[in-house]
């Protein structure tokens, strides 16, 4: 059954889950703690939790904590803390790649490659099997804290349908309104990624690193409307605004846009180095402002890519890009 704009984005905005009513607080280790909030002035700030991969305790309860300490009530989820927490196999945690330039015999690196394979078989049994409660649960936990969760990243276009309709059916578990994944070249991959969204009216967003420009999603926008853009816009000005600044590109595509990534970052000229927010060349007043005037509803997830000082974390320097947004909202 096919869609218009119109209906499938009705569709997805009542998915989401609602943030920042509820003033009472929460249950758990967070007892006490008032509930966050980051919708500011009609502009959500949220955050990928990527941000927190150098806390010690990288299970799905601990990034909640981050969250929470962070000011933060939307995040982009990593699919890792989803997946640990319903009970993923320890085979498809991930491992050990060995020492780099250590010599392996062929029997080695056949025996690693077998291993590789079993792993992977293993995990897609349990993707292809495993119950959706568990993910309802920790959308509960979640959004008891007062936290929604409006996108997971883990979908790879090179899965199986089977892991397709996985990876929909645990964003629909947890409340999403997208999935992102990297923005791939291959057209077939695009439509087919753009196919499964509008079945399952959970729209696929790409993400861009150095690839960004006015034009890097025009090959997937027309292939399907499934398919939105999570373009990462300090990578953009890092790449050098090609085809236009940032500020240009959402003027013209913020109607394709599920989320943006905001992160600060010098130009291309200037070495394109991850900087602590207001030192770089990224525009984030200026977006922030911009979406504000436009009543934007898609989220600006703060990203944290610059290097965190030795006498800090990554939950204070997210604190830091919050209160940046905050004051830049003003």
Not at 284 to 308: G, S
Request: hydrophobic share 35%.
């Amino acid at each position: 059954m096919g869609y218009t704009r119109r209906e499938f984005t009705k569709l997805t905005l009542a998915a989401a889950p609602a943030i920042g009513l509820i003033k009472t607080p929460f249950p758990g280790s967070w007892l006490g703690q008032g509930r966050p909030q980051s919708l500011i002035n009609g502009v959500q700030i949220g955050a990928i939790t990527y941000s927190y991969r150098s806390m010690p305790d990288q299970s799905a309860e601990a990034t909640l904590q981050y969250i929470v300490d962070s000011g933060v009530s939307a995040i982009e989820l990593m699919g890792d803390p989803a997946e640990n927490f319903a009970g993923r196999p320890s085979a498809g945690r991930g491992g050990g790649r060995g020492a780099r330039g250590a010599q392996r015999t062929p029997e080695q690196v056949a025996e690693q490659r077998a291993a590789q394979q079993a792993a992977a078989a293993e995990l897609k049994a349990w993707r292809t099997s495993v119950s959706m409660d568990r993910f309802k649960a920790l959308r509960k936990l979640y959004n008891d804290a007062g936290v929604s969760i409006y996108a997971v990243k883990f979908l790879n276009p090179t899965m199986s349908d089977e892991e397709f309709e996985y990876v929909f059916n645990v964003a629909e578990a947890l409340g999403c309104t997208h999935t992102t994944l990297e923005l791939p070249t291959d057209e077939a991959q695009l439509t087919r990624v753009g196919n499964f969204a509008m079945k399952r009216k959970i729209y696929a967003a790409y993400h861009t690193h150095l690839q960004g420009s006015m034009t890097a999603f025009d090959r997937a926008f027309a292939r399907s409307p499934g398919n939105m853009a999570n373009v990462d816009l300090g990578h953009y000005v890092a790449a050098g605004n090609v085809g236009g600044t940032t500020l240009q590109f959402l003027e013209k595509h913020h109607a394709r846009v599920s989320s943006v990534h905001i992160k600060d970052r010098r130009s291309k000229d200037s070495g394109a180095d991850n900087v602590p927010w207001g030192t770089g060349d990224t525009p984030i007043r200026e977006i922030l402002q911009t979406m504000k005037k436009n009543a934007w509803r898609f989220p600006a997830t703060v990203e944290l890519e610059y290097r965190i000082p030795e006498d800090s974390d990554a939950v204070r320097e997210t604190k830091k890009c919050v209160q940046y947004c905050a004051e830049a909202l003003v």
